[in-house]
């Protein structure tokens, strides 16, 4: 009859320590798999970019570090992106568009600083709003900035203009410019400001 093998105490004991040490530090790769990534974090950060996009930001884009571009933004989405370091709010929108207006009021009470730059769609893209805009964007520096109309469109064709006529790009410079910061139904505009052939 075979006898079953029995642990001996001290060898238990050695088993039991070494479980204890393996378990206390696992890898690295298994503790980022099994953990969620969350959208704003000061310990563990995510790009402007992503957590935009995580919070819902309509047509978000990150033309440059700091600079975030995107649609008409919500009250909770202005609140969690200055928790996250947002400054400046600078709206191309009338007060009068749907879901615009209330910025002014909101972000006074909440020590935020906001510019209202109305960009009436083709007719909007005028030197003047470009050179607002660049006074504005100038004057914030490397603070981070969200810069918002309805779709990112007026934004990317202003931004456009501005890297034209105050940046001295090219013309097919300031189009690169204005697609990477959202610009879309506006192009055709933007290329006749700039003397180009209509895509």
Avoid at 11 to 20: D, E, G, R, S, V
Avoid at 48 to 60: E, K, N, S, T, W
Wanted: charge should be negative; hydrophobic fraction near 45%; glycine fraction near 10%.
């Amino acid at each position: 009859m075979t006898t079953p093998n029995r642990i001996q105490p001290l060898a238990a004991l050695f088993a039991l320590a070494f479980l204890a040490a393996c378990s206390d530090a696992p890898p690295r790769g298994s503790e980022a798999a099994s953990e969620p990534v969350p959208v704003i974090s000061r310990t563990a950060p995510v790009g402007d970019l992503q957590a935009a996009v995580a919070l819902g930001v309509p047509y978000a884009h990150e033309p440059r570090p700091g600079l975030l571009t995107s649609g008409q933004i919500s009250p909770a989405q202005m609140d969690a992106l200055a928790r996250a370091g947002y400054t400046t709010f600078i709206s191309l929108r009338l007060p009068t568009e749907e879901g615009a207006g209330w910025e002014e009021a909101y972000t006074g009470r909440n020590g935020l600083t906001f510019a209202r730059i109305p960009v009436d769609g083709p007719a909007g893209l005028t030197r003047e709003n470009a050179e607002a805009l660049d006074r504005i964007l100038d004057a914030v520096g490397d603070a981070k900035t969200a810069l918002y109309c309805g779709s990112a469109n007026r934004v990317g064709a202003l931004l456009a203009m501005r890297a034209h006529w105050l940046d001295a790009a090219t013309p097919e410079e300031a189009v690169a410019v204005g697609r990477a910061a959202g610009m879309t139904r506006l192009e055709p505009d933007v290329a006749k400001l700039l003397g180009l052939a209509a895509p």
